[in-house]
Nanobody, 119 residues
Framework: QVQLVESGGGLVQAGDSLRLACAAS????????MGWFRQAPGKEREFVAA????????LYADSVQGRFTISKDNAKNTVYLQMNSLKPDDTAVYSC????????????WGQGTQVTVSS
């Protein structure tokens, strides 16, 4: 059972930056893919970014490409999402998730952290 805890959300102005963190309970996640998702009010959850725990296969949604960066710290069992040039449309609850490589469903989810970007 992998437990994920997000932190780092908050209220910022357009153009500002935030860094979200997702701390994982497991010491060994080498066979996992870690993803960030977001859900805005009244909208479906959407994919933001993902990375394999070994660092490979980084993928971003078109809407955040060039502004957001996903990274990880193996020593801290933590995945980060650096968000720059934030826009009001980035306002959402951001959640991290983990799935076993070779599967399609993200099995483990964090509770989410609110990001609000004012204009």
């Amino acid at each position: 059972q992998v437990q994920l805890v997000e932190s780092g959300g908050g209220l910022v102005q357009a153009g500002d930056s935030l860094r979200l963190a997702c701390a994982a309970s497991e010491d060994t996640l080498t066979n996992y893919r870690m993803g960030w998702f977001r859900q805005a009010p009244g909208k479906e959850r959407e994919f933001v970014a993902a990375v394999n725990w070994n660092g490979g296969n980084i993928l971003y949604a078109d809407s955040v490409q060039g502004r957001f960066t996903i990274s990880k710290d193996n020593a801290k069992n933590t995945v980060y999402l650096q968000m720059n040039s934030l826009k009001p449309d980035d306002t959402a609850v951001y959640s991290c998730a983990a799935r076993v490589l070779g599967t399609t469903q993200y099995r483990y989810w964090g509770q989410g952290t609110q990001v609000t970007v004012s204009s």
